[in-house]
């Protein structure tokens, strides 16, 4: 059994396999792989998405007691790859005017981030900002700093997620009792430790075939420019199968022993695939699927690469597919006819040195991801001695139920709260409706008042201003009088 004490876990969140590794980093580089664990999550984990958290959650908590076991310690914390459908990147620009020329400082870059950052729609969470340059004048620059100007303009490459995704994530390891140290990109971990330094500086296309995803990423002068996961993979073509009425696990093999991607021979006969049952399939009907399917995928790749705004002239250095679904056969000449790529790199095992005493460790890149989480991981997850509560500072059970229930009294304080606010603002609105009909009212009044001794002041105003008698009738009036 293992005894260091210092490891890293890392936990890749696969739609066909979840798969928990735990290593040491070597000080030549190399990781020391001192156990690993595979689950399989077909049932749970679909197109890259948690479908049934219960399930992720009791998957969670078998992987951690597995390799607990094997590692003779206590595991204290994880990182935790995330990615899957609805994964993609969003290009957006910043702006700022200054009324005289000023030069540029790194706050002024920090400001300018977190105005990117501000700019994401609520639909969408942002897992990672990559600024792409900066227009400074009418120049384009990687770093202003230092640049006097009076305009500058970030341009940003946001990697972004429907916020769902993490909270399940999240939701599912708290459930499980397990911290997460953190969440890198798993496609961009993953790049890290596939491409070289000259292929993402000369530009170049990854593309990772999974069971039931296709990641597309673009990089260009060691940036990435682009990147998405298209909804389609391996397991696509076992669904197929289906119609021939072949079992899902029995497609697989047949998928990985007579798939290919192109049809070599075409004049060629093939005699029929033999089936576990006693029956049989034509050939032709079995390789149409299969060529049908990996032209639909390697059409949606070249579709994402044409977002990008690169083209493989400016790609030079081609295009490098790893994973599980890539192992079809004549998969090279199925992407060089659909995408015109001539330059192709086919990868099975990452460029990081591995050292184990596990027999059959990775031997198909199944564990390739998982070993890119450890790449990122600079955390010590050891919790201390198998058993030992004292040296862990992992949380009990008892722990996360008081958390739990606490976050509950928050909420529900926080919802008091806001029903008073809004109780008190319907008051506030009644109060000033009842005066506003008071002063109405009054205004009403006044105004019948004041019509009413607009007309008594003109009835008077009539009897005091009736014509004079003349002198003659004055004089008359006079004499009868006498």
Same mark, same amino acid.
């Given at each position: 059994?293992?005894?260091?004490?210092?490891?890293?876990?890392?936990?890749?969140?696969?739609?066909?396999?979840?798969?928990?590794?735990?290593?040491? =980093?070597?000080?030549?580089?190399?990781?020391?792989?001192?156990?690993?664990?595979?689950?399989?999550?077909?049932?749970?984990?679909?197109?890259?998405?948690?479908?049934?958290?219960?399930?992720?959650?009791?998957?969670?908590?078998?992987?951690?007691?597995?390799?607990?076991?094997?590692?003779?310690?206590?595991?204290?914390?994880?990182?935790?790859?995330?990615?899957?459908?609805?994964?993609?990147?969003?290009?957006?620009?910043?702006?700022?005017?200054?009324?005289?020329?000023?030069?540029?400082?790194?706050?002024?870059?920090?400001?300018?981030?977190?105005?990117?950052?501000?700019?994401?729609?609520?639909?969408?969470?942002?897992?990672?900002?990559?600024?792409?340059?900066?227009?400074?004048?009418?120049?384009?620059?990687?770093?202003?700093?230092?640049?006097?100007?009076?305009?500058?303009?970030?341009?940003?490459?946001?990697?972004?997620?429907?916020?769902?995704?993490?909270?399940?994530?999240?939701?599912?390891?708290?459930?499980?009792?397990?911290?997460?140290?953190?969440?890198?990109?798993?496609?961009?971990?993953?790049?890290?430790?596939?491409?070289?330094?000259?292929?993402?500086?000369?530009?170049?296309?990854?593309?990772?075939?999974?069971?039931?995803?296709?990641?597309?990423?673009?990089? =260009?002068?060691?940036?990435?420019?682009?990147?998405?996961?298209?909804?389609?993979?391996?397991?696509?073509?076992?669904?197929?199968?289906?119609?021939?009425?072949?079992?899902?696990?029995?497609?697989?093999?047949?998928?990985?022993?007579?798939?290919?991607?192109?049809?070599?021979?075409?004049?060629?006969?093939?005699?029929?695939?033999?089936?576990?049952?006693?029956?049989?399939?034509?050939?032709?009907?079995?390789?149409?699927?299969?060529?049908?399917?990996?032209?639909?995928?390697?059409?949606?790749?070249?579709?994402?690469?044409?977002?990008?705004?690169?083209?493989?002239?400016?790609?030079?250095?081609?295009?490098?597919?790893?994973?599980?679904?890539?192992?079809?056969?004549?998969?090279?000449?199925?992407?060089?006819?659909?995408?015109?790529?001539?330059?192709?790199?086919?990868?099975?095992?990452?460029?990081?040195?591995?050292?184990?005493?596990?027999?059959?460790?990775?031997?198909?890149?199944?564990?390739?991801?998982?070993?890119?989480?450890?790449?990122?991981?600079?955390?010590?997850?050891?919790?201390?001695?198998?058993?030992?509560?004292?040296?862990?500072?992992?949380?009990?059970?008892?722990?996360?139920?008081?958390?739990?229930?606490?976050?509950?009294?928050?909420?529900?304080?926080?919802?008091?709260?806001?029903?008073?606010?809004?109780?008190?603002?319907?008051?506030?609105?009644?109060?000033?409706?009842?005066?506003?009909?008071?002063?109405?009212?009054?205004?009403?009044?006044?105004?019948?008042?004041?019509?009413?001794?607009?007309?008594?002041?003109?009835?008077?105003?009539?009897?005091?201003?009736?014509?004079?008698?003349?002198?003659?009738?004055?004089?008359?009036?006079?004499?009868?009088?006498?």
């Amino acid at each position: 059994m293992a005894k260091q004490e210092n490891f890293i876990v890392a936990i890749d969140l696969g739609s066909s396999k979840v798969t928990g590794i735990a290593g040491v =980093k070597e000080p030549d580089g190399a990781i020391n792989i001192l156990a690993f664990v595979q689950e399989p999550s077909e049932s749970f984990i679909h197109k890259g998405r948690v479908q049934n958290v219960d399930k992720l959650t009791q998957c969670i908590r078998n992987l951690k007691a597995d390799l607990e076991k094997r590692l003779d310690k206590a595991i204290s914390q994880v990182y935790v790859g995330i990615g899957g459908l609805g994964m993609h990147t969003v290009g957006n620009s910043v702006s700022k005017n200054f009324p005289e020329k000023v030069v540029i400082t790194q706050s002024m870059i920090d400001e300018m981030l977190d105005m990117n950052l501000n700019s994401c729609p609520g639909d969408r969470e942002i897992l990672d900002v990559i600024p792409q340059e900066y227009k400074v004048g009418a120049q384009l620059q990687l770093d202003p700093v230092g640049v006097l100007t009076d305009r500058l303009e970030g341009r940003f490459l946001n990697v972004v997620v429907s916020p769902e995704l993490r909270q399940q994530i999240e939701n599912c390891f708290r459930s499980a009792g397990i911290m997460i140290a953190d969440m890198p990109i798993t496609e961009q971990a993953l790049a890290d430790v596939v491409l070289s330094e000259s292929e993402k500086r000369s530009g170049c296309v990854f593309v990772d075939m999974g069971a039931e995803t296709t990641s597309v990423a673009v990089y =260009k002068n060691n940036i990435l420019r682009h990147l998405a996961v298209i909804p389609l993979g391996g397991a696509n073509i076992n669904r197929d199968f289906l119609s021939l009425q072949v079992d899902y696990d029995e497609a697989e093999e047949l998928k990985l022993k007579f798939g290919s991607a192109r049809t070599t021979n075409v004049d060629a006969e093939h005699a029929p695939i033999a089936l576990k049952d006693g029956r049989s399939i034509k050939y032709e009907e079995f390789s149409n699927l299969v060529e049908a399917r990996m032209e639909e995928i390697i059409l949606n790749i070249e579709h994402q690469i044409s977002l990008s705004k690169y083209d493989r002239n400016q790609l030079i250095g081609g295009m490098i597919i790893t994973g599980g679904a890539s192992q079809i056969q004549n998969i090279e000449k199925a992407v060089t006819e659909f995408t015109k790529f001539d330059k192709l790199r086919f990868v099975r095992n990452i460029r990081t040195t591995l050292r184990t005493k596990l027999t059959d460790f990775n031997r198909n890149g199944s564990c390739n991801a998982a070993i890119a989480l450890i790449e990122r991981g600079d955390q010590n997850c050891c919790g201390g001695e198998l058993g030992d509560p004292t040296k862990s500072i992992f949380p009990t059970e008892e722990e996360i139920k008081r958390q739990q229930e606490e976050e509950q009294r928050k909420l529900e304080e926080e919802a008091r709260l806001q029903e008073e606010a809004r109780l008190a603002e319907e008051e506030q609105k009644r109060l000033e409706d009842e005066e506003r009909r008071k002063a109405e009212r009054r205004g009403g009044a006044m105004r019948s008042m004041r019509s009413f001794l607009s007309k008594i002041a003109s009835l008077v105003s009539d009897e005091d201003t009736s014509p004079l008698d003349s002198p003659k009738e004055q004089k008359n009036d006079k004499a009868k009088q006498d």
